[in-house]
């Protein structure tokens, strides 16, 4: 481990469960009409490791929300495995150890911030603990917002709120689907941080979908660059930067380097 | 009150037809399970009826031993097959008053879609006209069907040009406010254009707000076709001495119950036939122009 | 002038126009004497002395509507619940339904007479074509609820019931009410048809006697009895149906 993360006093968990997630020779066909059908993914093999941060670049419709919705065990692989702690996906959700926020919000629209936010408190039948509750709150910068409702915030709002209810029951395994898409660049450097904050605390296994090269290399231990039609892994780039503050390493050339031949990936992508 | 009963009658109706093209378990199978020896697919074809139809065969089966409960002798309780018999026997019995009222309700229910369209078209035209009428069409489409047969009976009598009257009036009054409700349902996008190039009043209702209310029209059609049947069979029972109505009434007044209950049968598959015969002719009609 | 004000207005100048159209034709005998003048109508409701013969149908019919409108409603929730959770169950349910919506009235009458006698037999009628209603509204306002909060609650492990709860419930709230606008004048329908077969009371019963004996004020003011409660309770039904909008949706 050697991101920027590290510099935080790193205090991780003992939960005693492994975490790591393991794909092999995942494929994924969705059946159109009239028998035809599209092949969204084919031959991804990925593991990431126990507490380890994983960001998943590639262009739009590459195939990285299905690898994402996989790992959810929200759809099965057509062939191939994957597993999650040594077990299914499913039996992690079915023990209320994941979190996840989807590149739609999903907040209910007849519930309040607060209320979207204590949600799988509910749901997992845990009393609510409203003073982490409350943290939450403060950290996505919600703080004031508390009973307003979803149609009453801004996109980005709406996006901070999900991540506070992804992170609310703190999961084994934290799946996130360009969470920071709606914010503006201020916002979205200064959720990064915090995000960043959070995970080095609680060293939680995580797989980010982003289109942000900075943001992938700023918070990952390893990039995943992705290709489109059918989705494969282009390209896994270890991230392997010097220590330093954060404002500080994305002005530093080894950041831009890595950034500007990830960038240079991804254009030749588009172009493929 | 911009949004009428019949606008909101069409929304659930659209929901029943979704509903009814929601997959069955049976659906969700591959094509490789279903090759299998002959005995499984009789097995899988008997499932998927008792899953599609069990509410009628457990009424099927609850009727006759609900029969037996009760000690009902066949005269006042007539079986299914008894039922079945009659209709055998006697299919000129039910021949005329079925004809009678299928003209009547299809006859009624052409005509009164015309006039509907007709006058939505003229009414869409002015926004005045259109916001004047609009909510008396409602007020009348709440009249119900019980409370119009006697007043159009006193009005014009107690013929057979009563029932159609009423049965033009009733499919009237969806065609109607569903036209002018489709007809404003055009995009601006689309407005734009054809005010970009400069249509007249003609080519715009007859090349864009008329075929974009073709939808809504056929929606009317079929939302019509079993109150424009429930209607005729009503005025009938309750006027003029023809039609299966009339065969449920005399039935009824001489105790004849195997009668009465075939021509309630009959009555009721007359009316699925209707709503199934518009439902395709909807289908048909949407699937061409959209 | 804000739009729905002048909607509002249209709306009040088409109805007066109505009235007075059909005042006209009254008084000039236009379509002969079994067109009543509106004004002879309204002297006739309220004339007292027509008051309990009016009120004892009214309330016969009202009701028999409210009664079977109550059946209904619970039936087609329940069966839009138990579709929901029993998926198994569902594609039977749908088409009964819609069969049970083909079938007119008028031909379960001889069936439904024997089982529920005459008097119960408008009841059964409101309560079926409510429940038909009401059961289609709530179960296309359960399958509402959208593909993300499907997969927020099985990401969070939520069991099938959990979900219905706190989600597919709420989000089917607005389509329900929807169903109940409908269900309003479907239910003073239902029950004056129920009444023509053979009832002692009720509005139906007065159209038709009314009509054999040339009792046009009569007959005029039953139907105007009849559309207004269909319109009274449309109306709350619509009001009611604002706010769960508001709220839920
Ligand atoms: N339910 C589905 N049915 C059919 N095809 C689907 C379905 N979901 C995804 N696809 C197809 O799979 C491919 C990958 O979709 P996916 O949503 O994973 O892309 P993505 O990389 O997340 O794109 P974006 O960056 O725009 O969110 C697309 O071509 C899409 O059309
Ligand atoms: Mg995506």
Known sequence: MSSVLQQASVTAPSTGSTREIALTGVAKTYPLKRGASVTALAGIDLEIADGEFVALLGPSGCGKSTVLRIVAGLEQPSTGTVSVGGASPQALSKAHRLGVAFQEHSLLPWLTVRQNITLPYKVAGRPVDTAHVRELIDLVGLGGFEDARPKHLSGGMRQRASIARALVLDPDVLLLDEPFGALDAVTRRRMNKELARIWAELRITTLLVTHDVDEAVLLADRVVVMTGRPGRIRHIEGIDLPLREHTELTRSPEFHEIVDRLTGMLETTKAA | ?290 | MSSRLRTAVYGVAGVVVLLVIAQIIGTTGLLGPTWPPITEVAAFLFDPSNHRLLGNALAATVSEAALGGLIGIVAGIGFALIAALLPLLAPGLDRFAALIDAVPAIALAPFLILVFGREGTPVIIVALSVTFIIYISTSSGLDSAGRPYRDLFSVLGARRAVRLGRVDVPAALPKLFDGLTLAAPAMILGATIGEWFGARRGLGVLFVSAMQNYRIELLWSAAVLAVLCSLIVYGAALLAQRAVVRRFA
Do not use: K
């Open chain 2, 1 to 290: 009150m911009t949004e009428s009963i019949t606008t909101e009658r069409a929304v659930v109706d659209q929901a029943a037809e979704e509903l009814l093209e929601r997959p069955g378990p049976a659906a969700t199978e591959t094509p490789a399970a279903r090759r299998r020896n002959p005995l499984q697919v009789v097995g899988r074809i008997l499932a998927a009826i008792v899953v599609r139809y069990w509410p009628i065969i457990a009424m099927l089966i609850a009727w006759p031993v609900w029969l037996w409960a009760n000690g009902y002798s066949r005269a006042v309780a007539p079986g299914p097959l008894d039922v079945a018999t009659d209709l055998v026997q006697h299919p000129d019995v039910y021949l005329l008053p079925v004809l009678w009222t299928a003209l009547f309700a299809i006859g009624g229910l052409l005509l009164g879609m015309l006039v509907g369209i007709v006058l939505g078209v003229l009414v869409w035209m002015s926004p005045l006209v259109s916001g004047l009428l609009l909510p008396s069409a409602l007020i009348l489409r709440v009249v119900p069907v019980t409370a119009m047969i006697p007043i159009l009976a006193a009005l014009f009598g107690y013929g057979s040009g009563t029932v159609v009257v009423m049965v033009v009036i009733l499919v009237f009054f969806p065609a109607f406010s569903l036209t002018v409700s489709g007809m404003s349902s055009v995009s601006q996008s689309s407005r734009d254009l054809f005010a970009v190039l400069g249509s007249g009043l003609a080519a715009r209702v007859f090349r864009l707000h008329l075929p974009a209310a073709i939808p809504s029209i056929m929606l009317a059609l079929r939302i019509s076709a079993p109150v424009g049947i429930l209607g005729v069979l009503l005025a009938e029972y309750l006027l003029s001495g023809v039609g299966l109505g009339d065969l449920l009434r005399t039935a009824g007044e001489r105790l004849e119950y195997e009668r009465e209950w075939a021509a309630a049968l009959v009555a009721t598959v007359l009316s699925v036939i209707c709503f199934g015969l518009a439902r395709t002719a909807e289908r048909r009609v949407v699937d061409r122009v959209t």
